[in-house]
């Protein structure tokens, strides 16, 4: 808890530009980046999801998560958006909607790079978790956490 707590202060250093938690949906989006586009935001935090949720997500990877990951995301979030989605971190995504506001957000779905799209020759073991945009580096976990 006290790493997530780093994590937060982290991202929450840009909540000087702003902070705005969609009730609806409980994604949290911190500093407002308007010079990159109107409704553009820094950080993204997602939800976090109940033990119903991570079942489901486990059921549709196939496979039970690390226990670190799946603590993650029950205990600080479903995923995130980090610096304009620079770094990203996965979750559960509830659907796959577009037109909308700021109550569709959602993190990029674990079982698209994991089921779908999963990378040839990938280790069983690996869990891929999120990806870096300026070099196209994906980021994967093994199930021991490491």
Not at 16 to 26: P, Q, R
Not at 51 to 58: A, F, I, P, T
Request: with cysteine; proline share 3%.
């Amino acid at each position: 808890m006290e790493d997530y707590e780093k994590i937060r202060k982290l991202l929450m250093k840009y909540s000087h530009k702003g902070v705005l938690k969609v009730e609806s949906t409980g994604v949290t989006l911190i500093g407002q980046a308007p010079h990159i586009a109107p409704k553009a935001w820094l950080n993204y935090i997602f939800a976090v999801l109940n033990k119903q949720q991570l079942k489901e997500l486990e059921a549709s990877l196939g496979r039970q998560l690390p226990t670190a990951y799946a603590d993650f995301l029950q205990n600080f979030s479903n995923g995130l958006f980090v610096l304009c989605n620079e770094f990203s971190l996965e979750g559960l995504r509830a659907n796959n909607k577009r037109i909308g506001g700021y109550e569709l957000l959602q993190p990029y779905d674990l079982c698209f790079s994991n089921v779908y799209q999963r990378i040839k020759n990938a280790s069983e073991e690996m869990l891929f978790i999120g990806s870096y945009t300026w070099d196209g580096s994906n980021l994967y976990m093994m199930n021991d956490g490491t």
